[in-house]
């Protein structure tokens, strides 16, 4: 089985391995709610996501029972192979991932990719298959607690995993640009605010511009142009007593 971040990379897979099980875990974990637990999670994040008016709520709901009931199947293949880039969006759901299969044994393999999947040739995609590595425990456990620490209530929580971790090398960054999404202490806006705003500022103004501008200025990018879209209507913002110190590189809580 391999499991990837979306439609892209996992339409090229299943052209390079027919007679392979592709699953393309189809979820943008950066917005919206979070829990541990993928069973207690996936329905809250099919209401999120229906809300957002992307499918109706009985269609994303059965999206997301499709989706887990193939990975409940992890048992049945003799290898699971997990394809990741190193952009934000990716990681989480890695991180969301390895939570799962820390308590549950599988033969389990890794593609840690530092360039985008999607747009590759499919030669270029096949090239990656015999690089992959054997998930590692160590792996298993600093991507279970980054995820722990990702859906805590207390973002103080994601500070320890602000350092270098050598099993996980694009963690860090993943992890930082998840941090500036929360309001900054200065003013109180996101950096994702704060790159609109600016872009405003120098004239831009219609939807597609605004967005390929603010592609522009993320590497990696990791946000698609419909959450881009709502972040303009501000139907994405993060609510929180929470503000990180872009300085320190930190959490504080907002002052009274």
Known sequence: MHITNGDCAGEMLKQLWPAHT???WRDALHDG???PSLEELSPLRAAFLAGLGWLTAEAMRESFQ??????????EFEETVLWFEHDLYDQLQLLQLLHWFSTRPARLTLVQAATYLGPLQPEELAGFFPLRKAVSAAQLELGSHAWLAVCS?????????LEPQA????LVAALLRYCEDYPWLEDGLTRTERTIAALRAQGLSGR????????EQEAPLWMGDDTFFLHLEGRLRRETPWRWDA???RFVL???
Request: proline share 14%; aromatic share 12%.
């Open 22 to 24: 592709v699953l393309p």
């Open 33 to 35: 709610p979070l829990l």
């Open 66 to 75: 499709r989706r887990d009931a193939v990975l409940a199947r992890y048992g």
């Open 153 to 161: 209530e207390d973002p103080r929580a994601l500070e320890p995993f």
């Open 167 to 170: 099993e996980l090398p694009f």
């Open 208 to 215: 597609g511009e605004l967005f390929r501008a603010f592609s």
């Open 247 to 249: 300085t320190r590189r």
């Open 254 to 256: 907002r002052p009274a």
